[in-house]
């Protein structure tokens, strides 16, 4: 009971900034006796710092109380298709470092020895006793790394030592430390439910638009996997029955960022400008529109299919493109809404997530800092056995 209400209290400063003991006991429901000595142990274990009083009331000066950034870190690692992005973060959240690695597709030992380069840099930086406080790492990755081989035109020995490769075990052997693993796009989702617009929304469906566009589900303010891992994957939802039996095209054939990528690279531009603001610049954007033409209708009707089924308060459309094309695609996806009968439901709202390209590598980093930190452990506890 006393970790559980320390981190009650912890979450409490999380969730509402800089805060004085009395307004901990108001949000919390502990008495003033309570709070006093759990704070008191946080600011022992250098988890909690004091801020300047705040004077101009009757009797003694309020003092503010505010995560230490230095109490805590995690490392967040996002294996992509083709970006590999690695963060550290503080136990307030905030990136304190970012690495980034662009390929053409991933190859395990490249991977791994980018990632070893980077714990480096991190131990470098950190002194002895702040690397004591590294919680843990938390991949953020596809569950089939290998999966949509013809689509991609990935080289099969490639997609083999995929198979063959065991990422987590090989990062936990490399680090030493406590390692877990996610779906890349339930790893974004974690982020937008626990650091952005996800935290004053109970149940919503999270799109994610990357390589392949991917998603995460959230009911009753909690992560919803399912059993094998795959709730909220929206990439694999059929377009219809048009005959066309396995064939038939899933949402990923047409609403992913290497359709956009393959329309530059036909016109003679860079690809890799999709995840860019060259996406929205003069020369790219008749490319950016078309690609959104396309892609807004099946986006739309996916989330049709979603409120059929779970009723929802809201969906949340981010992904790894800048906010001139996250904007312009939201518009596109609420126009296209209206060219579908949704006669016997309500239709939800589409909001922007406020995370972007960070998110999956931040929600790989919240895993350990919510693992140890948070009072509901169930949020994240059994990830790993879903997976």
């Known amino acids: ?25 108001r949000l919390t429901h502990l ?48 294996v992509g298709r083709r970006s590999l992005d690695i963060l550290l973060v503080d136990f307030s959240g905030a990136v304190r470092e970012r690495w980034n690695l662009s390929y053409d597709f991933a190859d395990p030992n490249q991977i791994l020895g980018h990632i070893s380069q980077c714990l480096a840099k991190i131990k470098h930086k950190l002194s002895p006793k702040l690397w004591e406080r590294v919680q843990g790492i938390g991949i953020a990755a596809p569950l089939h790394m290998g999966g ?38 339930t790893a974004a989702c974690v982020a937008e439910l626990v650091a952005g617009r996800g935290r004053d929304m109970r149940n919503f469906v999270y799109v994610f638009v990357d390589t392949f566009i991917g998603g995460g589900l959230v009911l009753d303010s909690h992560l919803h996997l399912g059993k094998h891992g795959n709730a909220g994957a929206l990439g694999s939802l059929p377009l219809g029955l048009n005959g066309g039996g396995k064939h038939s095209p899933q949402l990923l054939n047409v609403a992913s960022l290497f359709k956009l ?22 020369e790219y ?12 209708p099946p986006i739309a009707f996916a989330m049709l299919n979603s409120t059929c089924l779970l009723d929802l308060e809201g969906v949340i459309l981010d992904g790894c493109f800048c906010s001139a094309v996250k904007e312009a695609l939201i518009v596109a996806v609420e ?53």
């Open 31 to 78: 008495t003033a006796q309570a709070i006093s000595l759990i704070t008191k142990r946080l600011l022992d274990d250098e988890l909690l710092i004091k801020k300047t009083p705040q004077r101009g009331k009757v009797g003694q000066p309020s003092v503010p109380l505010v995560l230490n950034p230095d109490g805590a870190f995690a490392i967040g690692v996002k």
């Open 335 to 387: 126009a296209a809404m209206q060219d579908f009968n949704w006669e016997g439901i309500v239709a939800p709202q589409v909001f922007a997530g406020t995370i972007g390209s960070d998110a999956r590598a931040l929600g790989g980093a919240l895993l350990p800092l919510y693992a140890n930190f948070a009072p509901d452990r169930d949020l994240f506890l059994k990830l790993d056995d879903a997976l």
């Open 148 to 185: 949509w081989q013809q689509l991609l035109g990935l080289d099969a020995d490639v997609v083999a030592r995929w198979e063959r490769f065991q990422l987590k075990e090989e990062i936990a052997t490399l680090t030493g430390l406590p390692v877990q693993t996610l779906k890349d796009t």
């Open 261 to 282: 990528e393959s329309r530059f690279i036909t016109a003679g531009l860079d690809g890799r400008a999709t995840s860019d603001e060259r996406a929205a610049s003069p």
């Open 1 to 25: 009971m006393r970790q559980y209400n320390e981190r009650v209290v912890l979450q409490a400063i999380r969730l509402n900034g800089q805060i004085s003991g009395a307004e901990i006991a």
């Open 285 to 296: 954007w008749p490319h950016t529109q078309a690609w959104i033409a396309e892609t807004a």
